[in-house]
């Protein structure tokens, strides 16, 4: 049972330059959170997708967007990078919420380690 | 707004003694309550949860939490532990108030076991 992937591995970008990162969910996982983590902090929400759907979103710029696929992957786009945005990028999958499902855990990936020079 | 507070920044045990991470929260009514681990260049790895129930929460690798509504506390124990379990420990923390399932993290305690 494949658990969460995410790619790339490792990024490096330039200032003002766009970024594209990828994430697979936990099989049976329809709810992809996206999680921004800086060096020596914990991880910051950033939003969480459910049927193709943005359904929460935390205190990020609109230069971070995302999208989920009918087959529940997910990406996460940086526009006009900052140096700021260096971070280590985190995907987690757990079960949607339709009420009946709260409380479940979500389940982490390696993340995308993003640096923006 | 919901909030998690982990005092201590490392928590240092020696091998084969018992080890506290310490963790308390502010939420609107009851909480959700998660314990992860992370180590180095690798992503979160999920401990154990509190819903609802028993308030002493068994996990993985022989961890356990206790979840003290008064106090709004819900420290991770282990009865002894092992040089392996050195590594990053979050505590998270999302309200029952919304469907939706926004974790929000501390700051995480570094746990150092030396041999």
């Known amino acids: 049972d494949a658990g969460v992937t995410q790619s790339p591995t490792h990024l490096i970008k330039t200032r003002g330059q766009q970024v594209t990162l990828r994430c697979s969910p936990k099989?049976?996982?329809?709810?992809v959170s996206w999680y921004q983590q800086a060096l020596g902090q914990g991880p910051q929400f950033i939003f969480q997708y459910y049927e193709e759907e943005e359904r929460q979103r935390g205190n990020f710029p609109d230069r971070f967007s995302g999208h989920q696929f009918p087959n529940y992957s997910s990406e996460l786009n940086v526009n006009a990078l900052l140096l700021g945005d260096s971070a280590l990028y985190l995907c987690?999958?757990?079960?949607?919420?339709?009420?009946?499902?709260?409380?479940?855990?979500?389940?982490f990936g390696p993340g995308t380690r993003l640096t923006v020079t | 707004a919901q909030s998690v507070a982990q005092p201590e920044d490392q928590v240092n045990v020696a091998e084969g003694n018992p080890l506290t991470v310490k963790c308390t929260y502010s939420?609107?009514?009851?909480?959700?309550l998660f314990w992860y681990v992370q180590y180095p260049n690798r992503g979160l790895q999920f401990l154990l949860k509190?819903?609802?129930?028993?308030?002493l929460v068994k996990g993985s690798y022989g961890f356990e939490a206790e979840f003290n509504k008064s106090q709004t506390s819900f420290h991770l124990k282990k009865p002894s532990a092992l040089v392996s379990d050195s590594a990053l420990y979050f505590c998270?923390?999302?309200?029952?108030?919304?469907?939706?399932?926004?974790?929000?993290f501390g700051t995480g305690t570094r746990l150092l076991v030396s041999p």
């Open positions: 987690a999958s757990s079960l949607g919420t339709s009420g009946r499902r709260v409380g479940y855990e979500q389940y």
């Open positions: 998270a923390v999302r309200g029952r108030d919304t469907g939706f399932q926004k974790l929000v």
């Open positions: 509190y819903i609802t129930g028993d308030n």
């Open positions: 099989s049976g996982h329809d709810t």
């Open positions: 939420v609107s009514g009851n909480p959700y």
